[in-house]
């Protein structure tokens, strides 16, 4: 038996009251808003972008075996009359309305998760444990925009059993109008920590944006939050005031739901002890770190609370993996040896920053090996921004961090701040930057590369992995 289509045409027309030309399909197979990767047989949303407009590619994407283009109603006649077009006034609010159509027709539970550090790893491990017990659609990638949250739920199929789906922020007011499209049964903050300060009077407005997830929530749903984070209380008020009386908590808070009872932090993984809303649980959690462990917490609340099996979901957990740039680790073949490296290049603000150093610190070196940590620039912090990137100098010190190479002129603040036995380097590039490090390692090192995207160290991820290639990093703790 064929597999159902993931849109008829006609379902998408209705959906988004389009106007077709040319010779549709019937059915489309996926959504795509990239001409670039777009696969055969799926549909091209034409959105115009910060930079680019997406008209500009409907030719290059229907020749590339599109099976339709959606392009708005004022641009139409850029296309060739007989072109596999759906004609909307708006194509993002288009989009938007394939969304909310395809929210309407799920009879799955649905996760939503947010937080101002966690999210994505989150995510994924909700993927994992979902995904074990029956069919699961997530977000992928860091999708969780004005635009990476509709073209997730659009691409939701109708007979999945879990949808998960991530939203972020960096103003107020971006939460809301996303969580309303994804309507879910179960809502997480992972937690509310000092981040995009830029755009906010203090980490109290942060929380009130990311409490506007609760403005979504299905009627009879949940909201999970962290007990034990200072802004737990505020939170809390704010669910109840929105009429949610399920409010499950996670943490190692005595009066948590999710309590952690015991943790035992390992180079790789760590074996964890916890009561998860009453029954007892031991699991092998193959993200290494605290922080990891605490919010494997809320996604086995979720998992209890969407009424799927708690065991297997602690099975899962240890084949859970981080997302790219967000903690994945790669062994390096380099000369007399190996060394190890952690990518947690995708993004970066004080709170992971202190996490990621603190993964790093637990970090297992070889021989004669040093715990390296290469850092980027974290943007967006307003005008506490030198005194947060200063303030790294603790948790270096603290997590027996033996060399640092520092990025961009915000990284300056720690680079002055460390003892010369622990300066690496110091650029204002990554490029400039790249040939400090790679000369630098050795076997038994672990090194540690993060910063803000816009600081770009994926370049330096990449040196590394040209320079010394290697093989993903395994672990064999067993709990």
């Not at 670039?36 to 008209?55: L, M």
């Not at 109603?73 to 009359?81: E, V």
């Not at 949610?244 to 932090?265: E, Q």
Request: glycine share 10%; aromatic share 4%; proline share 4%.
């Amino acid at each position: 038996m064929s597999e159902q289509p993931l849109w008829t045409a006609d379902a998408m027309a209705a959906a988004m009251r389009a106007e077709p030309r040319g010779a549709l399909p019937a059915a489309v197979s996926g959504i795509s808003i990239d001409s670039r990767t777009i696969a055969p047989g799926e549909a091209y949303f034409a959105i115009k972008g910060d930079v680019h407009d997406g008209h500009a590619f409907v030719d290059a994407a229907l020749k590339a075996g599109a099976a339709l283009a959606v392009v708005e109603a004022a641009q139409r006649d850029k296309f060739a009359p007989d072109a596999r077009l759906l004609i909307v006034s708006d194509v993002l609010e288009g989009l938007r309305d394939l969304a909310r159509a395809s929210r309407q027709r799920l009879s799955a539970q649905v996760i939503a998760v947010t937080g101002s550090v966690g999210k994505t790893s989150t995510k994924e491990a909700l993927r994992s444990v979902f995904g074990a017990q029956g069919k699961t659609h997530a977000s992928v990638a860091s999708f969780n925009n004005h635009w990476g949250v509709p073209l997730s739920l659009a691409r939701c199929p109708a007979d999945v059993h879990f949808a998960i789906f991530e939203i972020g922020m960096n103003h107020a007011g971006e939460i809301a109008p996303l969580v309303k499209m994804v309507r879910p049964h179960v809502a997480i903050i992972t937690t509310v920590e000092p981040v995009h300060l830029e755009f906010f009077s203090g980490v109290e407005a942060i929380a009130d944006a990311k409490a506007e997830i609760f403005e979504g929530v299905e009627p009879g749903g949940a909201v999970v939050l962290n007990r034990d984070n200072a802004q737990f209380a505020r939170l809390q008020k704010r669910a109840k005031k929105l009429g949610i009386a399920k409010i499950v908590t996670f943490g190692a808070d005595k009066k948590a739901d999710a309590r952690l009872l015991d943790l035992a932090l390992h180079p790789t993984c760590s074996a964890v002890y916890a009561k998860i809303l009453g029954q007892d649980l031991t699991y092998k959690l193959a993200m290494p770190g605290r922080h990891m462990a605490m919010n494997s917490l809320a996604v086995l609340a979720a998992v209890s609370l969407a009424g799927a099996d708690l065991a297997l979901a602690g099975l899962a957990l240890s084949q859970a993996q981080p997302a790219a740039g967000r903690g994945v680790r790669e062994v390096l073949t380099v000369p007399n040896g190996e060394a190890t490296l952690i990518d947690e290049s995708y993004n970066a603000n004080p709170a992971s920053m202190a996490a990621a150093l603190n993964v790093l610190g637990q970090a297992g070196v070889g021989g004669q090996g040093r715990r390296i940590a290469v850092l980027g620039d974290m943007l967006e912090l307003g005008p506490t921004s030198a005194e947060l990137h200063r303030g790294l100098a603790d948790a270096v010190q603290a997590n027996g961090i033996d060399m640092i190479f520092c990025c961009g002129p915000l990284m300056r603040n720690l680079w002055d701040a460390l003892s010369s036995g622990r300066r690496g380097g110091y650029a204002e590039g990554s490029a400039a930057l790249e040939s400090q490090v790679t000369a630098a390692i050795r076997a038994g090192d672990v090194i540690m590369v993060k910063g803000s995207l816009g600081s770009r160290m994926k370049v330096i991820v990449t040196a590394l992995e040209k320079r010394f290639p290697g093989n993903a990093a395994h672990d064999d703790v067993a709990v």
